[in-house]
């Protein structure tokens, strides 16, 4: 019953889109539904592009075209994640000595480990010592195979994502002066 004597209206049930993850959010952020649209469709492009490029003739025009068109992915990724970073992080400050290991787990961690092991299984034998500058090169690099690039440059952003983010906050306002420029300079049907 509420002060008043009226009897208070029920919660609202639970629906589809509400998860527990959305309860462990700051007040004030939502969650970008958007993001997940578009995360959604770049990795169907991405699956796209490997099904195409794997099974079609590498000499094909089409199977070129199809790949170039739908190149843009890597660099999606990319964007999408320092941008979901800087909006989870909004004004609050980055605590590095939280930030750096938790990432450096989650993600530094496999990283090496299936390295090791695609490094490993290329050797075709038991290492030796003389082996392991080919491991550190591969560590380095993001050689180890094709795929584990993606992790190394995730890395890097999150070495680098606290001085990304100063430069986002610092320069906030000169990028909402410019794209408002740039938004009310174009003719409306662009």
């Given at each position: 019953?509420?002060?008043g004597g009226a009897p208070r209206p029920p919660a609202p049930a639970p629906t589809?889109?509400?998860?527990?993850?959305?309860?462990d959010r700051r007040p004030g952020r939502r969650h970008l539904y958007e993001v997940d649209v578009v995360r959604?469709?770049?990795f169907v492009c991405v699956v796209g592009v490997h099904s195409v490029t794997s099974t079609m003739s590498p000499d094909s025009i089409p199977t070129g075209a199809f790949a170039s068109l739908l190149h843009?992915?890597?660099g999606?990724?990319?964007?999408?994640?320092?941008f979901v970073f800087c909006y989870a992080q909004g004004s609050t400050p980055v605590r590095l000595r939280r930030f750096w290991p938790r990432r450096f787990l989650y993600v530094g961690l496999p990283y090496v480990v299936w390295t090791v092991i695609y490094w490993w299984i290329a050797l075709g034998a038991t290492p030796r010592v003389g082996d392991l500058p080919q491991l550190g090169h591969e560590l380095l690099t993001g050689t180890g195979n094709y795929h584990?690039?993606?992790l190394l440059v995730s890395l890097?952003?999150?070495?680098?994502?606290?001085a990304l983010l100063w430069l986002v906050r610092r320069t906030a306002t000169t990028w909402r002066c410019s794209s408002s420029a740039v938004r009310w300079s174009s003719p409306?049907?662009?």
């Open positions: 019953m509420s002060p589809a889109l509400d998860s527990p993850a959305s309860a959604l469709l770049t843009f992915t890597r999606t990724f990319f964007i999408l994640s320092a584990l690039y993606f890097q952003l999150y070495l680098l994502f606290p409306p049907w662009r």
